[in-house]
């Protein structure tokens, strides 16, 4: 399991020229090929715009399960040692972003992944899913694919997420 996790968080570490060849590894061709249509300044602004400037569409699962509330920091906490326990080791994210959580999943056994998918990555992701499906990006398929990988399902919810409209200017 663990080769499948990896392969899904490398679709969320920041794109470089690499990133269209990461995408045919994790078996997403078709998303592959939607993203040859850009250069890959594209795909870093794409990515960029999905992920970076919009809460509602973060890669940092705590905030779709907790947002600025006080349980998100012991969250945080609970996931740095969970990362450490299992020997993942951290990047410059937050612990709770989708690459680490990814490749936590790919190192539990079978019981304590399904747990903690069902408890934590799943709803959190159906979230996320959410949000990108109105936002009409061509990582909706990244984020489907991770949904589908994972050992447990949230329903992904039927209310439309409120994505505020980034202009660029004050």
């Known amino acids: 399991m663990t080769g499948k996790y990896d392969a899904l968080a490398r679709l969320f570490e920041y ?9 045919r590894d994790a078996g997403l061709n078709d998303f592959a090929d939607e993203l040859l249509k850009l250069t890959v300044s594209g795909i870093e602004e794409l990515y960029i715009s999905t992920f970076d400037w919009n809460p509602a569409t973060s890669l ?40 680490h959580t990814l ?31 109105q936002k009409n990006t061509p990582f909706t398929a990244a984020i489907r ?8 399902q949230a329903e992904v919810p039927a209310t439309r997420v409120e994505l505020p409209v980034l202009t660029g200017e004050e």
Request: glycine share 6%; charged share 30%.
């Open 15 to 23: 794109p470089d020229e690499s990133y269209v060849q990461r995408c």
């Open 103 to 133: 490749r936590l999943l790919g190192r539990m056994n079978a019981t304590d992944a399904e747990k903690f998918a069902r408890e934590f990555t799943a709803p959190a992701v159906a979230i996320l899913l959410a949000a990108l499906e």
């Open 60 to 99: 940092d699962l705590g905030w779709h399960l907790y947002g600025d509330q006080y349980e998100r920091g012991e969250f945080l906490v609970r996931m740095r040692g969970e990362l450490r326990r299992y020997a993942v080791a951290e990047s410059t994210e937050l612990p709770d972003h989708l690459t």
């Open 145 to 152: 694919a991770v949904r589908d990988a994972l050992p447990a």
